[in-house]
C-alpha cells in the first residue's frame, strides 16, 4: 500500500494559507512567551501611602512634580488644601508634610531659584520656599492673585529666563511670573477657554500650551512674552477629520508647512 499525503492548495493561494498558518504559529508563540509576564505585572502590589490629614477621606489631587535631586514629591492637594510632601527615596513614598496654600491644582518646581508653584482656586499662584538653608523653608513666601475669577490651574517653569507661565484654565489668562522676584511681569488675556497643560521645551527655549476648547496648541517666546504662534491640532471635513498640523488661525498666521 502507497503512502497518502494530504496535498494543500498550489500557487498564490497556497503560499498565502502557508504564510497566514506562519504567522498564526508566531502569535500563539508570542502569547505563550508574553501572558506568564503580563500576568506578573497585573499581580504586583501597589504600597498604599498613608496621608494622615486625610485618613478615612476620598482624595482629590491633581498636578504632581518631583525633585529627582533631593527624592521630593510635591503633589497638589484639594482635600488638605495644600501642596503635599512626600519623601520617595524609597521605593514606598512616604507623607512629610502639606503646605497650606488653599485647595492647590497645578504643581511646578522651580529648582534654580528654589522654590515650588501651586495654582490654587482663589485664582493665584501660591510660592513655596524649598531652599534647604532658609528659615522659611517649607512655607508660602508669596502669593500673587492671576485676576482671573476662577482657578490658576495648570503651569510649567522655564529655568532658562526663570519665569513660570501659569494658566487660569477656565478664565483665558496665561500669567507670567518672574520667579526671581516673585511679582506677575505679565499677563495674556481673552486666550480663550479649556487651557490645559504649559510645556517648557529646552531645544528651543519655547513655551508651549494647549486648549482642549480650541483644539490649539500656542507658542509663546519666553524671552518677550508674547505669543508668537498658534497651531490648530484637528481641522474637520465633512469626511473625516483629519489632522492638520501648522493651519493658520486669526490668531497667529502660522505657516501651513508647520515649520
Not at 68 to 73: N, S, T
Not at 80 to 94: K, L, N, Y
Not at 100 to 127: E, H, L, M, R, Y
Not at 229 to 254: D, E, I, L, N, V
Request: overall charge positive; charged content about 25%; hydrophobic content about 35%.
Amino acid at each position: 500500500m502507497g503512502t497518502v499525503r494530504a496535498v494543500g492548495p498550489r500557487g498564490p493561494r497556497g503560499r498565502r494559507a502557508r504564510s497566514f498558518l506562519s504567522a498564526l504559529a508566531w502569535g500563539a508563540a508570542l502569547l505563550v512567551i508574553t501572558l506568564p509576564v503580563i500576568a506578573t505585572d497585573v499581580a504586583l502590589p501597589l504600597p498604599n501611602v498613608e496621608i494622615p490629614p486625610i485618613k478615612g477621606k476620598t482624595g482629590s489631587f491633581d498636578i504632581i512634580d518631583i525633585d529627582q535631586a533631593a527624592h521630593l514629591m510635591y503633589v497638589g492637594d484639594r482635600i488638605t488644601q495644600g501642596v503635599d510632601i512626600f519623601d520617595v527615596s524609597t521605593p514606598s513614598a512616604r507623607y512629610l508634610q502639606t503646605v497650606p496654600t488653599g485647595p492647590a491644582n497645578g504643581v511646578s518646581i522651580a529648582k534654580n531659584v528654589n522654590k515650588v508653584f501651586a495654582g490654587t482656586n482663589d485664582s493665584s499662584v501660591a510660592i513655596i520656599d524649598i531652599d534647604p538653608a532658609s528659615p522659611t523653608r517649607n512655607t508660602v513666601i508669596a502669593k500673587l492673585n492671576t485676576g482671573g475669577k476662577k482657578r490658576a490651574d495648570e503651569m510649567d517653569y522655564d529655568p532658562r529666563e526663570k519665569k513660570l507661565y501659569a494658566a487660569n484654565s477656565d478664565d483665558g489668562i496665561v500669567s507670567v511670573v518672574d520667579a526671581v522676584h516673585n511679582t506677575i511681569i505679565k499677563k495674556l488675556t481673552d486666550m480663550g477657554e479649556g487651557l490645559e497643560q504649559p510645556r517648557y521645551n529646552p531645544g528651543d527655549g519655547m513655551m508651549y500650551l494647549t486648549s482642549s476648547d480650541q483644539n490649539a496648541v500656542f507658542q509663546f517666546d519666553p524671552r518677550s512674552d508674547v505669543l508668537v504662534a498658534t497651531r490648530t491640532a484637528w481641522r474637520s471635513t465633512r469626511r473625516r477629520t483629519r489632522r492638520c498640523w501648522g493651519a493658520p488661525t486669526k490668531r497667529s498666521p502660522w505657516p501651513s508647512s508647520g515649520t
